[in-house]
């Protein structure tokens, strides 16, 4: 059986590891969002292309900043000085509200 290698803070369990399946399923949601939207292209046009940008944008930005965010946690709970990534959330949040009002838009203008 292969060992795996420790991480920063020493306890496989802890707090970053489920943050990091968190923000993982999160960008998987999104890119999911991403097929659902491609489905309304014959309905809608080529407005609609705006909102798989918008999700698949989202997705990928999370995938670019998962293991910087991973590492920056782990060593903060090592070190007992871990802080929330209030900006992470805040541009999750801004994708998701973005979306709805470009699906409401495109929908009501189409």
Avoid: N
């Avoid at 930005?61 to 946690?73: E, F, G, P, S």
Wanted: glycine fraction near 10%.
């Amino acid at each position: 059986m292969a060992s795996r290698a420790p991480s920063p803070h020493g306890d496989p369990g802890l707090q970053p590891e489920r943050t990091a399946l968190a923000w993982g399923r999160t960008m998987l949601a999104l890119v999911t969002a991403s097929a659902f939207f491609l489905r309304w292209l014959p309905t809608y046009g080529a407005p609609i292309l705006m909102l798989p940008v918008v999700s698949g944008g989202a997705a990928l930005a999370i995938y670019l900043t998962q293991r910087r965010r991973y590492l920056k946690r782990s060593h903060g709970l090592a070190g007992e000085s871990i802080e929330a990534d209030l900006p992470a959330v805040l541009w999750t949040s801004l994708a998701g509200v973005l979306l709805g009002v470009l699906g409401i838009l495109v929908v009501f203008v189409s």
